[in-house]
């Protein structure tokens, strides 16, 4: 079951106090982006970050599973209500990923 576009918005809603928060549709479901660090996914309208130390040290509880068939796991959220909560999860898990790779100019 693909992610709806309304969900996709509410985590982005939820989560602009980490950041700036953006999505991207992969395939029916989405990439979460913060400050242009890729930081989870919304998959089946659900909510997963990637794990790291920090952010499991902020976690409510722990839970880990794949958000599709086939991946790796990650941190499973289920309360997506809680917008400070939300925010302090990826202002932890951030410094932990690796940066993205800077565009070669085209020639």
Not at 27 to 54: H, Q, R, S
Request: charged share 25%; with cysteine.
């Amino acid at each position: 079951m693909a992610s709806n576009s309304d969900f996709a918005q509410y985590i982005v809603d939820q989560c602009s106090g980490a950041g700036e928060i953006a999505v991207r549709k992969m395939m029916g479901e989405y990439c979460a982006y913060c400050d242009g660090i890729i930081f989870g996914l919304i998959c089946d309208n659900n909510l997963y970050v990637k794990v790291t130390e920090p952010g499991r040290a902020v976690l409510k509880e722990v839970v880990l599973r794949p958000p599709y068939k086939g991946a790796k796991d990650y941190f499973y959220i289920s309360d997506v209500d809680d917008r400070d909560y939300l925010a302090a999860l990826i202002k932890a898990t951030l410094p932990a990923l690796p940066k993205p790779k800077p565009k070669n100019p085209m020639k």
